[in-house]
């Protein structure tokens, strides 16, 4: 073997050995895959007709352990090609009924979406959570009154499958340090949509 026979195999084993893995093929459904980078496709996993199990904690940050269950139906459209969703949600249970409205829109200058949450018993749309996805796991904040306190809201999806996800809603009340989950909910598809 010659020196420069061998300096090219050297440098090709140190190529080899240094270079990153291989990426696994992403699921394009899923949020936060390689293909979507820039997240305005986040929440195409969640076109479609769902069937909702919402457990909520009755009496948020006040010692509260009584949780009431609800159960019954979600569906999302999608608007704007995607970039922007509308979901209805429309649950009940021993406690009631909720009918609900999130409207979420895609900022393609933040990479961030916006979601706004409207209760048909009152109509007004709230201050919208602001977040993403990363690793197939969603995460959005904000700030609102509770009571009479500014408190930390925080959305979870996580868990995602072309099926079933998972949803939390947690609240702090002292900066972030600790969060008292209130709304965790379970969604199972009953068909596609878009």
């Excluded at 019954?72 to 969703?85: F, H, I, P």
């Excluded at 925080?154 to 809603?169: L, P």
Aim: contains cysteine; hydrophobic residues 35%; aromatic residues 12%.
């Amino acid at each position: 073997m010659t020196n420069a026979t061998h300096r090219v195999t050297l440098l090709l084993s140190c190529a080899l050995l240094f270079a990153p893995p291989a990426l696994a093929q992403p699921d394009s459904n899923l949020p936060g895959s390689v293909e979507e980078r820039d997240g305005q496709h986040d929440f195409d996993f969640e076109f479609g007709a769902w069937t909702a199990r919402i457990s909520r904690l009755e009496r948020p940050l006040t010692g509260s352990t009584s949780w009431v269950d609800y159960e019954g139906s979600s569906v999302v459209r999608k608007v704007w090609d995607g970039r922007a969703n509308l979901g209805e949600l429309d649950v009940q249970g021993p406690a009631g009924r909720i009918v609900g409205l999130s409207l979420r829109l895609f900022n393609p200058q933040s990479g961030q979406w916006y979601i706004s949450w409207s209760n048909a018993n009152d109509g007004a749309l709230g201050p919208p959570m602001v977040g993403g996805f990363k690793d197939g796991r969603g995460e959005f904040y904000n700030q609102e009154f509770l009571n009479g306190r500014a408190i930390y809201v925080r959305f979870i999806f996580s868990e995602i499958t072309r099926d079933s996800f998972k949803f939390e809603q947690a609240f702090s009340d002292d900066g972030g340090k600790s969060w008292e989950p209130n709304w965790v909910a379970s969604f199972e598809r009953v068909r596609d949509g878009a």
